[in-house]
């Protein structure tokens, strides 16, 4: 059974900075694309970041120059700088075999559980 888990969401001041890690384990992900989103409450779930198994990263134009996306073996982090109160959310770690796929909520094949970000104003 294949579940990635998500750590390292919480509550950050505005201006702040996270580190959100995912790990995957149960088969290799050495060739998927791994990518985050997250959800709001009342909202759609929506792409943040993405990184291909080559290592080209792609960002949504919400958190262009503040968020970046690395991997290492079965782990993917989401870095997040200059944290705001819009980017309070759900964050999700996904998995798929093309960036394309990984960047879009039907694409995944693989999903965690979530970990919540909270940005306080």
């Known amino acids: 059974q294949v579940q990635p888990v998500e750590s390292g969401g919480g509550l950050v001041q505005t201006g702040g900075s996270l580190r959100l890690s995912c790990a995957y384990s149960?088969?290799?992900?050495?060739?998927?694309?791994m990518g985050w989103f997250r959800q709001a409450p009342g909202k759609e779930r929506e792409f943040v970041a993405a990184?291909?198994?080559?290592?080209v990263p792609q960002y949504a134009s919400s958190v262009q120059d503040r968020f970046t996306i690395s991997g290492e073996m079965n782990t993917v982090y989401l870095q997040m700088n200059s944290l705001k109160p819009e980017d309070t959310a759900k964050y999700y770690c996904a998995a798929a075999q093309t960036t394309a796929q990984v960047m879009t909520v039907e694409g995944p094949e693989y999903w965690g559980q979530g970990t919540q970000v909270t940005v306080s104003s």
């Open positions: 990184i291909s198994w080559t290592g």
């Open positions: 149960g088969r290799t992900f050495s060739r998927y694309a």
